[in-house]
Nanobody, 119 residues
Framework: EVQLMESGGGSVQAGGSMRLSCVAS?????IGWFRQAPAREREAVAV???????EYGHFVEGRFTISKDSVRNTVDLQMNALRPEDTAMYYC????????????????WGQGTQVTVTP
């Protein structure tokens, strides 16, 4: 089975940086980072497939970078120039096919890690 575990969340001031890490095991085709704030829908932040296709949410605007570390078996998200509106629970998600940025296609989820960006 696919198992995912996130780490790296916390609190940072606006303009700061944060790095999230997802330890992933099991078979999947697409994996990425998603987020959900109170009273808002879950949305994709960044996804990557096993053959290297990358996509970012429209709000990223060049601030974030997703990468895979084959030695550590992790999918990492480097976030720079953080804004208060980036505050959300961040989840690692994986899918059995390339659903791109459609979070509804992702079957496997970690427990989430909270990211809080203060003014």
């Amino acid at each position: 089975e696919v198992q995912l575990m996130e780490s790296g969340g916390g609190s940072v001031q606006a303009g700061g940086s944060m790095r999230l890490s997802c330890v992933a095991s099991g078979p999947y085709v697409s994996i990425g980072w998603f987020r959900q704030a109170p009273a808002r829908e879950r949305e994709a932040v960044a996804v990557v497939t096993k053959n290297g296709n990358l996509e970012y949410g429209h709000f990223v605007e060049g601030r974030f970078t997703i990468s895979k570390d084959s030695v550590r078996n992790t999918v990492d998200l480097q976030m720079n120039a953080l804004r208060p509106e980036d505050t959300a629970m961040y989840y690692c998600g994986a899918a059995e096919w390339d659903y791109r940025l459609n979070f509804r296609g992702y079957k496997y989820w970690g427990q989430g890690t909270q990211v809080t960006v203060t003014p």
